[in-house]
């Protein structure tokens, strides 16, 4: 069974850091992503996915990404479900990431191509221009190894 999820968007609101009760990092946003095809209207139109990460990673998206960022996350769907206050089931679909990939370039002089973080601390080696070392998806700061085809 397989349950990965890459998805490329702009956040829709800061990320809120919070923490459990145990002081574990939790962070959640919302990342605007196109569909692939125009409205009857010719309009663009997006869906508003939820996103959850945690831990380092979760400090580091509240740290680095604010509303209107472009980011790319990868993880997994989980479906969770809770009882409301007025006795009602509410059902909740959610992004798990365990990478997220920050692609709105930093002022200051760094470059956010550089600024992939995860569950492996991976990251691009800088090649001495200060750039990651990105090739086909360069000016969205994609590598090769990131497509899916």
């Known amino acids: ?26 962070t959640q946003f919302t990342l605007a992503v196109d569909r692939p095809f125009t409205s009857q209207g010719g309009e663009r139109e997006a869906d508003f996915i939820p996103i959850v990460t945690w831990r380092q990673l979760a400090e ?3 740290n ?7 980011a790319a996350v990868e993880g997994r769907i989980q479906v969770r479900n809770y009882e409301n206050n007025e006795g009602k089931r509410v059902y909740v679909t959610e ?17 956010s191509n550089d600024s992939r973080l995860g569950t492996g601390n991976q990251q691009n080696r800088n ?22 085809f």
């Open 1 to 26: 069974m397989l349950n990965r999820v890459i998805l490329i968007g702009r956040l829709t609101r800061d990320p809120e850091l919070r923490y459990t009760p145990a002081g574990v990092a939790v």
């Open 127 to 148: 090649n001495g221009n200060g750039r990651g070392t990105n090739t086909a998806g360069d000016a969205w700061g994609i590598s090769d190894d990131d497509l899916p």
């Open 64 to 70: 680095h990404l604010k509303k209107g960022h472009m």
């Open 60 to 62: 580091a998206c509240a």
């Open 95 to 111: 992004i798990i990431a365990d990478n997220v990939r920050f692609l709105t370039p930093q002022s200051g002089g760094s470059n």
